[in-house]
């Protein structure tokens, strides 16, 4: 039973372009949301995170924004850079769960075309 | 000012040998987080420890995992008689304190385990 759920396995933009990374959650008991970037043989980098209480949270190039009654987040970078290109993953953490206990969608694979 | 040290990188064990996979947290944490990430999966928590306490263990599997985070030395993922379910990149994260969410839990590069 999934409980954040990244649908999108991949995805594809042109440099200097917007992406949109997408993740939907099902326990609205969630109160915090991080998004990681991981490289190959490489562990995850942080990116940016949002409280349940906010809508929107930004930080440079990395928006993320928070839909609670849809259970949606999405990811946003703008403008793109070949850089980017990594897998993005979504992860929750659970109120009333013990803190560093997190759960990660399976990922969504960016790839940014120069 | 290193971060958060995994060794080894790679870990190659055949089927009944115990695999030991060490974690240094980053200087000034004392939180450390151990994670699985099976092929083609997200991460999965297995387990949050303290300086010689275990926090939370959740997600370790019941039998031939175990987990140390002694006063002095290295965080140790401990698996006994290793199965090739076993083979998976485990991660591990750490922290200064619990609530780390304004700027993420750092994390290593991992233990890539393989089991023949």
């Known amino acids: 039973d999934q409980q954040v759920k990244q649908n999108s396995p991949s995805l594809s933009v042109q440099e200097g372009r917007i992406s949109i990374l997408n993740c939907d959650y099902t326990n609205s008991m969630f109160d915090y949301f991080l998004w990681y970037k991981k490289y190959p043989a490489e562990g995850p980098t942080f990116l940016i995170s949002i409280s349940s209480i906010k809508d929107k949270n930004e930080d440079g190039r990395f928006t993320v924004f928070l839909n609670k009654s849809a259970k949606h987040l999405s990811l946003h970078i703008v403008p793109s850079q070949p850089g980017d290109s990594a897998v993005y993953f979504c992860a929750a953490r659970n109120y009333g769960g013990s803190q560093g206990n997190l759960i990660f969608g399976k990922g969504t694979k960016l790839s940014v075309k120069p | 000012n290193a971060g958060v040290m995994q060794n080894p990188r790679h870990l190659v064990r055949r089927r009944g040998q115990e695999a030991r996979l060490r974690c240094s947290p980053m200087?000034?944490?004392?939180?450390v987080y151990w994670y699985r990430q099976l092929p083609e999966e997200g991460l999965k928590f297995m387990v949050y420890l303290q300086k010689e306490n275990i926090i939370d263990e959740s997600g370790m599997p019941k039998e031939r995992f175990s987990a140390e985070f002694p006063k002095e030395g290295p965080s140790i993922l401990r698996i006994q008689q290793v199965v090739r379910g076993d083979s998976a990149a485990y991660f591990c994260?750490?922290?200064?304190?619990?609530?780390?969410?304004?700027?993420?839990?750092?994390f290593g590069s991992g233990t890539r385990l393989t089991v023949v």
């Open positions: 994260a750490s922290s200064p304190n619990p609530d780390s969410t304004n700027y993420g839990y750092t």
């Open positions: 200087k000034g944490h004392s939180h």
